[in-house]
């Protein structure tokens, strides 16, 4: 073969390779709606109160990355594509740290996917299967799940099923914290009844929902097996207009105090100088896997 055809032929498969490596998928369009959370009927998860800011995208087992909720991704998947959506939360409230929630199942749902074309899905998350709820306080049923620490208790201070249109879901009841004491340097505190089997290294949050203008402390009264009680302050919930979720991480502060303690969950407001200080609470849940 003369050389200049070899050359040539050389560089016509040199183009031709080159060609072929920059050829790309025509991709896929996945777009994530809001979520929603589906709870038992019979009231035994509470109410389906969530806040979900991210999704965790997996397609065909592959992970594809971190979406924003109400956002649209490409994905390199064509025809039948089987899709996992983990659920994302603000990790103990901080908008720097995001994780997946533990306590919801993953949204999975097989798509016929095309090129060029936008499939939208509506994620749906349900609590994992062995989820326990130790304690529920969303203020419609009767009783109440906390009660007044009588150390602080001021007169004009209190606690009060309110169901206007301020509550979380109005019709329904929610907690609105009133502090009316003339007691200077007074507060409120409400805690939970005594747990004393509480697991140990197992995913364990708090879930609330609150709003108001002053900030609510939230902790634990540990309690080791001599009888010696340590008040621990987990949490400064900052005042909010609006509604907001909160999801705190309890495990690491069980876990690091060892088997045989007892434990109390406690709120704490304080006016803090405002006036007609105000709190709401609702939606309240402790849950852990078992």
């Known amino acids: 073969m003369p050389k200049s055809i070899y050359c040539f032929l050389l560089l016509a498969a040199i ?52 979406l924003a909720v109400n956002s649209t991704m490409p994905l390199q998947n064509i025809g039948k594509t089987r899709i996992i959506i983990s659920p994302g939360i603000k990790y103990n409230g901080m908008t720097e740290q995001r994780a ?11 798509i016929d996917l095309a090129a060029e074309r936008v499939d939208t899905v509506k994620p749906i ?26 150390q602080f208790k001021q007169i004009g201070d209190t606690i009060v099923k309110d169901n206007s249109s301020g509550a979380w879901l109005p019709g329904n009841y929610s907690g609105r914290i009133e502090l009316k004491s003339a007691v200077a340097g007074s507060f409120l505190e409400i805690y ?21 203008n002053i900030p609510i402390i939230i902790g634990l009264y540990a309690t080791n097996k001599n009888l010696e009680t340590t008040r621990v302050r987990m949490f400064i ?5 609006n509604w907001n979720k ?39 849940k402790v849950v852990y896997l078992d």
């Open 237 to 241: 919930a900052n005042p909010k207009t």
């Open 100 to 110: 997946i929630y533990p306590m919801f199942n993953f949204y999975q749902k097989e």
């Open 246 to 284: 909160l999801y705190l991480d309890l495990q690491p502060e069980i876990s690091n105090r060892g088997a045989n303690m007892q434990y109390r969950l406690f709120f704490t407001f304080s006016p803090e100088g405002v006036a007609n200080p105000e709190a709401w609470i609702d939606n309240v």
């Open 15 to 66: 183009v031709l390779s080159s060609c072929k490596q920059k050829e790309v998928m025509v991709p896929s369009y996945l777009h994530l709606n809001t979520s929603q959370l589906v709870t038992k009927a019979d009231k035994s998860q509470g109410y389906p109160s969530a806040k979900i800011d991210d999704y965790y995208v997996f397609s065909n087992g592959e992970t594809r990355g971190v």
């Open 125 to 150: 998350f349900t609590y994992v299967e062995n989820t326990v709820f130790p304690i529920i306080e969303d203020y419609d049923k009767n009783g109440l799940e906390f009660e007044y620490n009588p």
């Open 192 to 212: 939970s009844k005594v747990f004393s089997d509480w697991p140990l290294f197992t995913p364990f949050f708090l879930e609330l929902d609150y709003k108001g």
